[in-house]
Antibody, heavy 117, light 107 residues
């Protein structure tokens, strides 16, 4: 059974760094990629970054200078770091599995991140 | 970046009716498009991948079509449980880009 679960701090102060973890089960990170997608309250979906099955990475160019994505295959975890947080980064953050040909399929439940002092 | 222009932004329909949601890509993406359903308070669920293929367990009321720049999601015999926001996604090129969403309301 494919499962993804996001975890993170919930509340982050402006200008600080956000660290999120996606813990997966039911598949291997060496066989599937994982993307991060965010959704501000009441708004649409925005793709942020991805790490592919071979370990290569891609970023949304608008956010690239603030992002870092990595993985720990032994723990079945994908890590996302975003620095210099602003209030506009307040959003639900999702991780999603991606097949190389068939695209994103299963998503986690999401973790709400609020940027506020 | 490939822009996905989705329409309409919202629609209201009755149970049993048929509705269509459209997405137009700013450049050709072949068939590398997916459709997602997001019910209130939930994460998105994939309905369609590679433009026309139903995800496992998705009812055949949901049909995807299109190629190149124009894509359509059709929901036949709408049910009350179809109340949701629907998104298209192109995953042909980086960055992956979503349509702005279509909110389906049931009368």
């Amino acid at each position: 059974q494919v499962q993804l679960k996001e975890s993170g701090p919930g509340l982050v102060q402006p200008s600080r760094t956000l660290s999120l973890t996606c813990t997966v089960s039911g598949f291997s990170l060496t066989s599937y990629g994982v993307s991060w997608v965010r959704q501000p309250p009441g708004k649409g979906l925005e793709w942020i970054a991805a790490i592919w099955s071979g370990g290569s990475t891609d970023y949304n160019s608008a956010l690239k200078s603030r992002l870092s994505i990595s993985r720990d295959t032994s723990k079945s975890q994908v890590l996302l770091k975003m620095n210099s947080l602003q209030t506009e980064d307040t959003a639900m953050y999702f991780c999603a599995r991606r097949h190389v040909y068939y695209g994103p399929d299963y998503w986690g439940q999401g973790v709400m991140v609020t940027v506020s002092s | 970046d490939t822009v996905m222009t989705q329409s309409p932004a919202s629609m209201s329909t009755s149970v049993g009716e048929r509705v269509t949601v459209n997405c137009k890509a700013s450049q050709s993406v072949g068939t590398v498009v997916a459709w997602f359903q997001q019910k209130p308070g939930q994460s998105p669920k994939r309905l369609i991948y590679l433009a026309t293929n139903r995800h496992t367990g998705v009812p055949d009321r949901f049909t995807g079509s299109g190629f190149g720049r124009d894509f359509t999601l059709t929901i036949s015999n709408v049910e009350a449980e179809d109340l949701a926001v629907y998104y298209c996604l192109q995953y042909d090129s980086i960055p992956l880009t979503f349509g702005s969403g279509t909110k389906l309301e049931i009368k």
